[in-house]
């Protein structure tokens, strides 16, 4: 794969994305050719953005025993948030339009979500006797 050119993406996000395309300039010969090849293409083309080194460090740490131990504990502090917030919560899309008022839906969303755990917790403290009621 030889390098061929740079092409700058928009995104609905505040950065644009800057893709540095590679291609291979020898796929006509290439015995694997309908497997690699979409659709017409005459060669095979690979584009990364500027993103790209940290995505293959997070997989290559993904692959050890270490990393696979870690993203077995996602689900229950990354998940069970967002699953109580869509279904207890009922917040399965945003009623107000624009960043700022997105931020704020979404945090009055996180602060019912840390309110309740709270609650939970005092609970289970004054069921151990720990804590007195006020």
């Not at 291609?23 to 990364?48: D, F, I, Q, W, Y």
């Not at 696979?68 to 399965?92: C, D, H, M, S």
Request: positive net charge.
């Amino acid at each position: 794969m030889e390098f061929d050119s740079v092409k700058t993406q928009g995104r609905d996000t505040c950065e644009a994305s800057e893709y540095r395309v590679y291609k291979c300039h020898s796929c006509a010969g290439c015995g694997l050719a309908a497997e690699c090849l979409r659709g017409n293409s005459p060669c095979r083309t690979v584009s990364h953005d500027q993103h790209e080194a940290a995505r293959q460090k997070v997989a290559a740490r993904m692959k050890t025993e270490r990393g696979k131990k870690a993203y077995a504990k996602r689900a229950p502090w990354a998940e069970t948030p967002n699953g109580f917030i869509k279904q207890v919560i009922g917040l399965r899309q945003f009623l107000l339009r624009g960043l700022d008022k997105v931020r704020t839906e979404w945090l009055w969303a996180c602060t019912a979500f840390n309110i309740r755990k709270l609650l939970l917790a005092m609970g289970m403290l004054r069921a151990e006797g720990t804590v007195t009621p006020v």
